[in-house]
């Protein structure tokens, strides 16, 4: 989902100073009392205040504290967010403008078999030859991979020897892994093998291991959303995704870390590691997928994003990712955050390989009334050197000069938009939705028990405080940002920073595709004497209009085939000569 600590100063600062400090200032400096022991009459009429208001809602099931902590968030966020988004889209009456983007669809035909679209058509490497370490193998691409494949040079049984081993060699450091499938992928393995002996071949994921984010429901495999109340749990369902990629012949290996409930890289088993300086976290939620793609624990993996949860990652573990538009991959069997922001997508080594994984998984999914057949364009054979692509101040320069020297018309770009509230608008649709979803999971207490507090928790019940009328004018200001974004992409496609907190909210708001990508690496802080092979990973976005991430993709391609970022090898636990760091050895 998203992480709030990387909240960067938002455009409504002014106003939530203002109401911070009017509203805690008088009660500070009144008595110096620990907030769980003694509370001060004010603090207690507020409780009752409150506590009497939320019988009226059906909620009257919180504690005290609770209760006190919400009406101070209430205070502080919801009530400055209702005002901003009023003033944006409720002074005028009649509903004639800004039309909310929740659309209904009363069809009854979204049961009809998805239609498969043409296939990308991604080139061929005749002359590959297995690499004799088992090391280099773990990280070629699944193009690579799948060149090996088809030209019986190795098995899938071997690969997922290969993969199973790293995985398993590697997870006490990185804490990646929830469930291995091992029996699965090697029954999967026996299928890819054996058909490809009868001379059928599936296509590029035939026989490829891969691992999914731990919210995608696989039948006879816990499904645990990383979460302490929910560990022990079994869905009878086989998701969409999953379908998807067993049809094309790939190989689930593990079940992977998805931060509790979607939320940051704590998980009730551990925290994830980032494998390029394992000292620090992956950062979250969809932490394993990323961990175990940047560490050659497995060829790819999908995670999914409602705000931020596969660029974050992504970033910060140097791995290529596609977010792909809203709406291009099915989400049934998967667990929802929001069903208007959560969206599924790969984390790969190379652009070249999103491309080829999210051709496989796209299409509608007729259990996911937001799923639909996106028309692309293949990105194997666009020719980028009539794009017209712009840069932010925060791109990182060298992929703006190097597509410019493949001909690529660059400028310098600036989003315009006047909506103010980008990111209460984004904490407003995810918190209701999830509320929504985990209803009763706060009603019965469960959420006490959550990994952080201070978290899920702590939003869900100022989510519990926000009118359903507030709820939609935030959606009607969000179909004003989409149009302002619209009216100001006069470009095909525009580079910036990925981990932009105000443009993860605006670009998951709008349903925007992003490629990140790697860009190079910065040294450690304080290194230990002698060095270190840790490295801080460089990353950067490539952005374009929602249906057409093919623009995207191409563009990454075209970067990474003169660069070689993406293709360097994170040192895991081979540090330094004095750089040992302690590793945790309690996993479960
Ligand atoms: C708590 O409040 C009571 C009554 O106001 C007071 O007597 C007591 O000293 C307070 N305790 C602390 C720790 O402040
Ligand atoms: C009132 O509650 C707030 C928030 O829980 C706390 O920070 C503050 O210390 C409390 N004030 C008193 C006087 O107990
Ligand atoms: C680029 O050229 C192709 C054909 O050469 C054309 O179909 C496409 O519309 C052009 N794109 C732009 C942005 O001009
Ligand atoms: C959104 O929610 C996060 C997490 O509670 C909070 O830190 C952040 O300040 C909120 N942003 C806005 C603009 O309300
Ligand atoms: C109220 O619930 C919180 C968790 O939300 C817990 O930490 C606290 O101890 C509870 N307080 C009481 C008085 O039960
Ligand atoms: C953004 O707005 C500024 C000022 O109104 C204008 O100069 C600029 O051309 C606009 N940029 C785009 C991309 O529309
Ligand atoms: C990108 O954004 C992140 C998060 O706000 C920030 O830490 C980083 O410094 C930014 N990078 C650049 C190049 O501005």
């Not at 001909?407 to 909506?419: A, D, E, I, M």
Request: net charge negative; hydrophobic share 40%.
């Amino acid at each position: 989902m998203h992480l709030h600590n990387l909240t960067r100063c938002f455009p409504l600062g002014l106003i939530l100073l203002a109401a911070t400090t009017s509203f805690l200032l008088p009660l500070d400096r009144t008595e110096d009392v620990s907030r769980k022991g003694n509370r001060s009459e004010e603090n207690m009429s507020k409780v009752s205040e409150l506590k009497a208001g939320l019988m009226y809602l059906d909620a009257d099931f919180f504690n005290d504290s609770e209760v006190l902590d919400m009406a101070e968030g209430a205070k502080e966020f919801n009530v400055p967010m209702f005002r901003v988004n009023r003033k944006l889209v409720a002074s005028v009456d009649g509903g004639l403008h800004n039309p909310s983007v929740l659309v209904f669809n009363p069809s009854w035909d979204n049961n009809e078999a998805s239609h498969e679209h043409e296939k990308f058509k991604y080139p061929s490497l005749p002359d590959l030859k297995r690499p004799s370490k088992e090391d280099d193998i773990a990280f070629m691409t699944v193009l690579e991979l799948a060149t090996l494949i088809k030209t019986k040079q190795i098995t899938s049984r071997e690969l997922t020897d290969i993969f199973l081993r790293r995985l398993k060699k590697y997870n006490h450091v990185l804490e990646a892994v929830i469930t291995f499938t091992e029996d699965l992928a090697y029954s999967q393995a026996k299928k890819a093998d054996d058909l490809l002996e009868k001379g059928v071949y599936l296509g590029p994921l035939h026989g490829i291991p891969y691992g999914l984010k731990d919210i995608i429901a696989v039948p006879g495999y816990k499904t645990t959303w990383g979460s302490k109340t929910f560990k022990d749990q079994y869905l009878g369902i086989e998701a969409w995704v999953y379908k998807r990629l067993k049809s094309s012949g790939a190989v689930l290996l593990a079940k992977l870390v998805s931060g509790s409930l979607a939320y940051d890289d704590i998980w009730f088993g551990g925290r994830t590691r980032n494998p390029w300086n394992i000292e620090e976290f992956s950062t979250g939620s969809s932490a394993g997928p990323a961990a175990s793609t940047s560490a050659g624990l497995v060829p790819f993996a999908i995670g999914s994003e409602t705000a931020g949860s596969l660029t974050y990652p992504a970033a910060r573990c140097g791995i290529t990712c596609l977010r792909p538009t809203f709406g291009t991959v099915g989400r049934s069997g998967v667990m929802s955050i929001s069903e208007s922001l959560d969206k599924l997508g790969p984390f790969c080594r190379s652009a070249m390989d999103c491309a080829i994984v999210i051709d496989a998984i796209r299409g509608k999914d007729p259990d996911d009334l937001s799923s639909r057949h996106i028309f692309l364009d293949d990105p194997f054979s666009i020719d980028i050197s009539n794009l017209t692509v712009g840069y932010l101040e925060d791109a990182e320069m060298e992929i703006v000069d190097v597509l410019k020297s493949k001909g690529v018309k660059v400028v310098p770009f600036k989003l315009n938009y006047t909506v103010e509230s980008v990111q209460a608008i984004l904490n407003f649709t995810m918190d209701v939705d999830m509320l929504a979803h985990f209803d009763h999971w706060q009603r019965s207490g469960e959420d006490r028990q959550y990994e952080a507090q201070d978290q899920w928790p702590e939003e869900l019940r100022r989510a519990r405080l926000i009118p359903a009328v507030d709820y939609l004018q935030a959606q009607r200001a969000r179909g004003k940002l989409i149009r302002e974004v619209r009216e100001s992409f006069t470009v095909d496609a525009f580079i910036g920073n990925a981990t932009d907190w105000e443009l993860v909210c605006l670009g998951n708001l709008v349903g925007m595709p992003i490629v990140v990508v790697p860009t190079g690496f910065k040294s450690i802080k304080n290194p230990p004497e002698g060095g270190t092979r840790r490295r801080t990973t460089i990353t950067t976005g490539i952005y374009a209009p929602p249906d057409r991430d093919h623009i995207a993709l191409s563009l990454a391609m075209a970067y990474q085939s003169v660069t070689d970022h993406h293709k360097q090898h994170p040192p895991i636990d081979d540090l330094g000569p004095n750089d040992k760091l302690p590793i945790p050895s309690n996993t479960t």
